[in-house]
């Protein structure tokens, strides 16, 4: 296993959850990444192990970053990398596994490989993938997110639609198989990322990612800054809307797409799904829900 910067011992966890996001191809906007970035920072996550970055990147795609100190002298490189962490949920079934890192550029088999051997070792049973693509989306809209699983007990649990996608994959999909055939429950959830607001970051994208995230894992995620955000997001597009009268024709058209998809579920499933998520936060005494999620009358906000 090519494993550096690992502790003298392996921490001791109980019936851990991975997360996994990946820069690259994977991670339209930073949406999937900022995910696993704001766990690691509301969970107060702690680094245990990275992977060699020699045995799976091509340093002249993913350069190495040199840091001076106070006098203007380099004082180290950082390399790129994958790193784990761990953390331990407020009143959470089990911990969880972070994942973070830069999509490899070779042996992605054997990259799978050592993180799914040290998931095992670590006692692990599921693993969850993070993605995010550009999309005929409209930012007016909550953000779509789809789940795919080949687990039938997490299938049904989560209300996923079988996928029906062929063709090329990146290091998430790669993953999700990998774990697959190792025997572990592996459930990948992915984003859509409008794409003319393809530049990063898309906190509204981040944000839809989390709470499906925080179904999965029974886990209460602080959401901290990120509603607002989402909302000063839209706004900014709503302006450059305005702006632009093809921009704001092109949103129309999509606005209309999305509503005729949309108009059953909007009205049943959706909203249930919202208030229950509701309930389970007041049960576990975290107050009433932030901007852009749903009280007891139902939605508050576009996010």
Request: hydrophobic share 40%.
């Amino acid at each position: 296993m090519s494993l550096i910067e690992l502790e003298d011992t392996l921490p001791a966890l109980v019936r851990p959850t991975v997360i996994a996001a990946f820069e690259g191809w994977n991670d339209a906007a930073d949406s999937a990444t900022g995910v696993v970035e704001h766990l690691e920072e509301v969970w107060k996550a702690q680094p245990f192990a990275a992977l060699d970055p020699e045995d799976y990147y091509d340093f002249q795609v993913n350069r190495p970053q040199v840091a001076l100190d106070d006098e203007g002298v380099t004082s180290s490189i950082s390399w790129p990398s994958t790193r784990l962490s761990f953390a331990r949920p407020p009143l959470a079934p089990g911990d969880v596994v972070l994942v973070r890192g830069i999509e490899p550029s070779m042996r992605w088999r054997t990259f799978c490989r050592d993180i799914l051997d040290l998931a095992t070792r670590l006692g692990a049973t599921t693993v969850v993938t993070l993605g995010a693509l550009l999309a005929d989306a409209p930012h007016t809209r909550p953000v779509p997110v789809t789940g795919i699983t080949s687990n039938e007990e997490l299938q049904a649990s989560l209300s996923l639609e079988p996928s029906r996608y062929e063709g090329p994959t990146g290091i998430v999909g790669v993953l999700q198989s990998a774990a697959t055939d190792h025997g572990l429950r592996a459930v990948s959830f992915w984003a859509a990322v409008p794409h003319y607001v393809a530049q990063p970051p898309c906190p509204k994208a981040t944000l839809a990612l989390l709470q499906r995230v925080e179904d999965l894992v029974d886990a209460t995620v602080p959401m901290g800054d990120l509603p607002e955000q989402a909302k000063a997001w839209q706004r900014g597009v709503d302006e450059l809307a305005r702006e632009d009268a093809e921009v704001r024709e092109y949103v129309e058209s999509l606005e209309q797409e999305r509503d005729t998809v949309d108009l059953p579920e909007a009205s049943g499933e959706a909203i249930a799904k919202e208030f229950e998520r509701y309930l389970k936060r007041r049960q576990r005494g975290d107050g009433p829900p932030g901007p852009g999620t749903v009280g007891p009358t139902g939605p508050t906000g576009p996010v």
